[in-house]
């Protein structure tokens, strides 16, 4: 999808799909350490299914979460991040994407969790060749694209025939390339 064809009230699966099949490294920014954050969930969730996640919290800087490293600030992380995912208020948006942009390599995506939204600061890095999805969580893109959540009962808007397996953690789980719209999350 070319960055002059995205509005950003309503994404297609197909282009959510492919950000999260490309995605290797995320650096989560407002990573809370706290089990009962949704960011904490997210951070899980996500280092489940194989991603590099990066927690980035100035206040948690030099400590673990669930056994990951954090990081005051996304200059701090020693290697290049595919996606920034901004885990903050609307109003603190606009200077994590700053800092985004200021990363050398830049980031190919920056990701903006469930009500946040910052159209300028999107307007910056999409002028910049970085793909922004605003409004949206990863962990449930994620779910729902690969029929998990629909085991929850929730429709997923997702029709497959697929059928789950069981993980060998003792609880199912999908990839996106199991899902109906094959071809691998790598």
Same mark, same amino acid.
């Given at each position: $999808?070319?960055?002059?064809?995205?509005?950003?009230?309503?994404?297609?699966?197909?282009?959510? *799909?492919?950000?999260?099949?490309?995605?290797?490294?995320?650096?989560?920014?407002?990573?809370? /350490?706290?089990?009962? *954050?949704?960011?904490?969930?997210?951070?899980?969730?996500?280092?489940?299914?194989? &991603?590099?996640?990066?927690?980035?919290?100035?206040?948690?800087?030099?400590?673990?979460?669930?056994?990951?490293?954090?990081?005051?600030?996304? +200059?701090?992380?020693?290697? @290049?991040?595919? $996606?920034?995912?901004? &885990?903050?208020?609307? +109003?603190?948006? %606009?200077?994590?994407?700053?800092?985004?942009? +200021?990363?050398?390599?830049? @980031?190919?995506?920056?990701?903006?969790?469930?009500?946040? *939204?910052?159209?300028?600061?999107?307007?910056? +890095?999409?002028?910049?060749?970085?793909?922004?999805?605003?409004?949206?969580?990863?962990?449930?893109?994620?779910?729902?694209?690969?029929?998990?959540?629909?085991? =929850?009962?929730?429709?997923?808007?997702?029709?497959? /025939?697929?059928?789950?397996?069981?993980? /060998?953690?003792? &609880?199912?789980?999908?990839?996106?390339? =199991? %899902?109906?719209?094959? %071809?691998?999350? *790598?």
């Amino acid at each position: $999808m070319t960055q002059a064809a995205i509005v950003h009230d309503q994404y297609p699966d197909a282009h959510i *799909r492919s950000i999260l099949q490309q995605t290797r490294t995320i650096a989560i920014v407002g990573a809370s /350490a706290n089990p009962a *954050r949704p960011s904490w969930i997210v951070i899980k969730y996500l280092k489940e299914r194989d &991603f590099d996640v990066i927690p980035v919290n100035p206040g948690l800087a030099g400590t673990e979460i669930l056994g990951l490293p954090v990081y005051g600030t996304l +200059a701090d992380i020693p290697r @290049p991040v595919d $996606m920034v995912e901004i &885990f903050r208020n609307s +109003a603190a948006a %606009g200077p994590i994407v700053d800092e985004a942009l +200021a990363l050398d390599p830049l @980031p190919k995506v920056i990701w903006m969790q469930l009500s946040v *939204r910052d159209d300028e600061a999107a307007a910056r +890095a999409e002028a910049q060749g970085v793909t922004v999805v605003m409004n949206r969580c990863p962990k449930i893109e994620y779910g729902r694209l690969s029929g998990e959540i629909a085991w =929850q009962g929730i429709n997923s808007r997702v029709i497959s /025939a697929k059928k789950p397996t069981l993980a /060998a953690k003792g &609880f199912q789980k999908l990839t996106l390339g =199991q %899902g109906p719209y094959s %071809g691998g999350r *790598r």
